[in-house]
């Protein structure tokens, strides 16, 4: 059943037709940047009721809205659900919020129930607002199937991956949300440092969306995948200065890489520079960067089972001297970690760390 609200309770209501939904969306996420700022990713809502069904974020581009009423106020499909919820329920927002707090309620179970509901609304007395509601709809089902098609593809897995997150690892500190049209989006995880984990951790959520190729069968547990990289407590996430941003650059760029080039990115493999990598890893001595499971954090969070059964395996990269990286080419992987786990490196980014192949 519905929830009681202010917010869209009175007619008339306007069925939003489907070549505006982008551009809603563009007004609602406005409204947030000019209400809450440029930390608006950061912000929750205290006391979140819903926060089981609904993730207590203030936009995210997966909740399409769909009706509207005079006062600016939305009733969004929502297709990014928490833990417990529901793709497709109906959530309704408010369409100004005021900077300090807003509205974000769990409306519907269903789309059949919202429009049940509605439907009681409209009677006799108000036929009239019948050709507002239906107003400027031209789209046929089929259109609006084609679109939730390509949103089933772009952030696929983000509501598992940051349910997973937070169960495994704790709570999120903030979301970089990648807003690229298309089919792959990759968004970045904030995982603040604690007392229990001295380190803090940028987490992809995207490069999962579509597999990997591989060039053989049999690879259907490592066909989706994750980046991390573990940073300093006192490393500055939010700086624009390159020798701050490049973690936060090679995650977006390799998460990218397997799909944009038709291969595989897993355990083992390690991403050198054609460039100076002075210029590519700014103000660190290293030159490369190597693919390995995360063993530092907890082993129910390094892999992921889906709703529908696909499995997601998250790696880190660990940046390596130039003498490591020519350890590994020369005598294998094997021999690296034996030197990695004599000298006790660990995944988190070290500038001062020793180069554990130095002669």
């Not at 947030?32 to 979140?48: K, T, Y």
């Not at 509601?133 to 199937?145: D, I, K, N, Y």
């Not at 991390?228 to 390159?242: F, I, K, T, Y």
């Not at 030197?339 to 500038?351: P, S």
Request: proline residues 6%; hydrophobic residues 40%; charged residues 25%.
């Amino acid at each position: 059943g519905g929830q009681e609200s202010e917010i869209l309770n009175q007619i008339p209501y306007r069925l939003i037709p489907l070549a505006e939904m982008v551009t809603v969306q563009a007004h609602l996420l406005a409204q947030v940047q000019q209400a809450f700022g440029e930390n608006w990713a950061d912000f929750r809502l205290d006391g979140f009721e819903d926060g089981d069904m609904v993730r207590n974020l203030l936009f995210h581009d997966k909740r399409l809205p769909i009706f509207q009423n005079d006062n600016d106020d939305y009733y969004c499909l929502d297709f990014a659900p928490a833990e417990a919820g529901r793709a497709g329920q109906v959530i309704a927002v408010r369409g100004e919020p005021d900077g300090e707090s807003t509205d974000l309620l769990l409306m519907f179970d269903t789309f059949d129930a919202c429009l049940e509901d509605i439907i009681e609304d409209l009677d006799n007395e108000a036929m009239q607002d019948m050709e507002s509601f239906f107003a400027h709809t031209g789209e046929t089902l089929q259109a609006l199937g084609e679109h939730l098609d390509e949103l089933d593809t772009a952030d696929l897995y983000d509501a598992e991956i940051g349910a997973h997150i937070e169960r495994t690892l704790g709570a999120i500190d903030g979301v970089l949300h990648d807003m690229t049209p298309g089919a792959l989006r990759v968004h970045v995880y904030h995982v603040a440092a604690d007392a229990g984990r001295p380190f803090q951790l940028l987490i992809t959520s995207g490069m999962s969306s579509l597999p990997m190729t591989f060039p053989d069968d049999g690879y259907e547990a490592l066909r989706r995948a994750e980046l991390l990289v573990m940073l300093p407590p006192d490393w500055n996430v939010r700086a624009q200065e390159d020798v701050s941003t490049w973690p936060m650059q090679w995650l977006k760029i390799l998460a990218r890489l397997p799909h944009e080039q038709h291969t595989w990115l897993g355990y083992g493999h390690t991403i050198t520079f054609s460039e100076d990598a002075t210029a590519t890893l700014p103000g660190t001595p290293f030159n490369s960067l190597l693919v390995l499971p995360p063993r530092t954090l907890p082993e129910d969070f390094v892999r992921l089972q889906t709703a529908d059964g696909e499995v997601i395996n998250f790696y880190a990269l660990v940046p390596l001297y130039p003498a490591e990286f020519a350890l590994k080419e020369r005598d294998g992987l094997e021999a690296l970690l034996t030197r990695f786990n004599a000298g006790h490196i660990t995944e988190c980014v070290d500038l001062s760390r020793v180069d554990c192949a130095a002669s």
